[in-house]
T-cell receptor, first 116, second 113 residues
Framework: DSGVTQTPKHLITATGQRVTLRCSPR?????VYWYQQSLDQGLQFLIQ???????AKGNILERFSAQQFPDLHSELNLSSLELGDSALYFC???????????????FGSGTRLTVV | ELKVEQNPLFLSMQEGKNYTIYCNYS?????LYWYRQDPGKSLESLFV?????AVKQEGRLMASLDTKARLSTLHITAAVHDLSATYFC?????????????FGKGTKLSVKP
């Protein structure tokens, strides 16, 4: 157990639907990062939050959004889902903003999303 | 565009043999990360290399970083079946994009008896 908790582990939904993925960072970590892993695109950074504020944005679609709550857990909202959104979505956390961490980033076990 | 290239992408090894995975990157990043992923599982942090010339070892794995050459290597010594997994290297993205790790495509390692 890495200390980063993601729920649900698996999610199957239909095209056009909306889903919410949840992530609780490791205790004491202030930053949360979301990544998407797919066969064709590999691992791609989506977005980062630090202590409730958005800090960095990667290749995140406009249909996707995220937020970090006062208790530091984060949610990734995916809407108007398409078949191509099927992927493994990882959450990672780090103590600070990440770049100056000597400990790297701790990843959760992921949520496997299947859009049918 | 910042790129991270790993080779080989697939590696089939016999137990007891040695091999090296290479990771080249196009940015001037001064740190590099290695992760291991078992099928359908999370990414497990193996090494964080923080400076030029850094060398870290854990069991049969040893990682090194040459920031001038923009090259990191992951050396496997006397491979065992338990090392079968996909190995990723990653570097920090552009300045100001903390946590924006840029990953290589991964090297899928299969160790056979």
């Amino acid at each position: 157990d890495s200390g980063v908790t993601q729920t649900p582990k698996h999610l199957i939904t239909a095209t056009g639907q909306r889903v919410t993925l949840r992530c609780s960072p490791r205790s004491g970590d202030l930053s949360v990062y979301w990544y998407q892993q797919s066969l064709d695109q590999g691992l791609q950074f989506l977005i980062q939050y630090y202590n409730g504020e958005e800090r960095a944005k990667g290749n995140i679609l406009e249909r996707f959004s995220a937020q970090q709550f006062p208790d530091l857990h984060s949610e990734l909202n995916l809407s108007s889902l398409e078949l191509g959104d099927s992927a493994l979505y990882f959450c990672a956390s780090s103590p600070h903003t990440g770049r100056y961490s000597n400990y790297g980033y701790t990843f959760g076990s992921g949520t496997r999303l299947t859009v049918v | 565009e910042l790129k991270v290239e790993q080779n080989p992408l697939f590696l089939s090894m016999q137990e007891g043999k040695n091999y090296t995975i290479y990771c080249n990157y196009s940015t001037t990043s001064d740190r590099l990360y290695w992760y291991r992923q078992d099928p359908g599982k999370s990414l497990e942090s193996l090494f964080v290399l923080l400076s030029n010339g850094a060398v870290k070892q854990e069991g049969r794995l040893m990682a090194s970083l040459d920031t001038k050459a923009r090259l990191s290597t992951l050396h496997i010594t006397a491979a065992v079946h338990d090392l079968s997994a996909t190995y990723f290297c990653a570097v920090d993205g552009k300045e100001g994009s903390q946590g924006n790790l840029i990953f290589g495509k991964g090297t899928k390692l299969s160790v056979k008896p």
